[in-house]
């Protein structure tokens, strides 16, 4: 005998209701608290060499993958074993040796794009509040996050965040750092419809993490240069003051949970061992290296386990 109608579309609702109920919630992103140590290379990084190191995370270009999302997947579960790797991308400035570079915006360039920054080779100021650089960066399907995405990557390192500060003084404009949390925060969304528990990590101007709650609510952690060793030279201390200013700030980080990396620039001894000792005494994460970024260090005494 057949259910009554009404009781059927009872029996149906309930059906669709358990269905969803037992439905599998995202896998959760990688646990950043737990990193204790990481390797940061842009250049000449070999998969195979940083895959033997204990690192738990790992910061390369995206051309380390060589297209692949294997050598992704075999370098989170390498025989030094298991790493988070993220991909370095720059969204304050253009790269002319990046896969979207046109060469014929040297002559006729599109509205976003602005000088050469003349400090790095190759890297050029852009107006990034502009639509034609964001779907450069984020959402069309051969965007730079769409392809870091796809090659499995478990975050982003952001870099040139800071540029906000060149078009406030350069230009006056004063809607400069809100359009840079807004453009953060909106990576940050695209990212996760499409990988939950992907990692946002901006590098320097940890200061929006203070002024937006919104923004140090968003990203996973902050990746600061020079904040003991490497401002304004290379192998000497930072200002004190500068020092100062930036732990009362990065501290705030910590106490809301977030994982802090710090990169100093200098290969004397003891300058090494103090940063690390100073790092870690605030529960920040410690990596010292060169500027370029171009050798795989391990830095003797604070070998990553």
């Known amino acids: 005998m057949g259910l009554p109608g009404a009781l059927l579309v009872l029996v149906l609702l309930l059906t669709a209701c358990q269905c969803q109920l037992v439905t599998p919630s995202p896998e959760p992103g990688p646990d950043w608290l737990a990193v204790n140590d990481f390797l940061y290379q842009l250049q000449r990084a070999r998969p195979d060499r940083i895959g033997e190191t204990a690192y738990d995370l790992l910061i390369?270009?995206?051309?380390?993958?060589?297209?692949?999302?294997?050598?992704?997947?075999?370098?989170?579960?390498?025989?030094?074993?298991?790493?988070?790797?993220?991909?370095?991308?720059?969204?304050?400035?253009?790269?002319?040796?990046?896969?979207?570079?046109?060469?014929?915006?040297?002559?006729?360039?599109?509205?976003?794009?602005?000088?050469?920054?003349?400090?790095?080779?190759?890297?050029?100021?852009?107006?990034?509040?502009?639509?034609?650089?964001?779907?450069?960066?984020?959402?069309?399907?051969?965007?730079?996050?769409?392809?870091?995405?796809?090659?499995?990557?478990?975050?982003?390192?952001?870099?040139?965040?800071?540029?906000?500060?060149?078009?406030?003084?350069?230009?006056?404009?004063?809607?400069?750092?809100?359009?840079?949390?807004?453009?953060?925060?909106?990576?940050?969304?695209y990212a996760w419809e499409r990988h939950p528990g992907f990692g946002v990590f901006p590098q320097n101007a940890e200061e929006l993490g203070v002024q937006f709650p919104e923004y140090l609510e968003t990203v996973d952690g902050i990746g600061t240069e020079s904040l003991y060793y490497g401002y304004p030279r290379d192998h000497e201390p930072s200002p004190a003051d500068w020092t100062a200013r930036r732990e009362a700030i990065?501290?705030?980080?910590?106490?809301?949970?977030?994982?802090?990396?710090?990169?100093?620039?200098?290969?004397?001894?003891?300058?090494?061992?103090?940063?690390?000792?100073?790092?870690?005494?605030?529960?920040?994460?410690?990596f010292v290296s060169v500027r370029s970024l171009g050798l795989l260090i391990i830095n003797e005494g604070h070998e990553p386990d």
């Open 60 to 189: 390369v270009q995206y051309g380390v993958a060589g297209g692949s999302p294997e050598v992704i997947e075999n370098l989170k579960h390498s025989p030094g074993g298991e790493k988070i790797i993220l991909c370095y991308m720059s969204i304050g400035q253009a790269e002319d040796y990046r896969f979207y570079w046109q060469p014929e915006w040297r002559e006729d360039p599109p509205a976003w794009l602005d000088d050469h920054d003349p400090d790095w080779a190759g890297d050029y100021w852009v107006r990034y509040w502009d639509p034609g650089w964001q779907a450069i960066i984020y959402g069309t399907p051969e965007s730079y996050l769409d392809r870091i995405l796809e090659l499995g990557f478990d975050g982003v390192y952001l870099d040139r965040v800071d540029t906000y500060q060149y078009y406030e003084e350069k230009e006056g404009r004063k809607t400069a750092v809100q359009e840079m949390v807004d453009f953060v925060i909106g990576l940050a969304g």
């Open 250 to 286: 990065l501290d705030q980080w910590v106490a809301a949970g977030k994982l802090v990396l710090t990169t100093e620039y200098t290969r004397r001894p003891e300058q090494i061992d103090d940063a690390y000792a100073r790092a870690q005494a605030r529960g920040y994460v410690p």
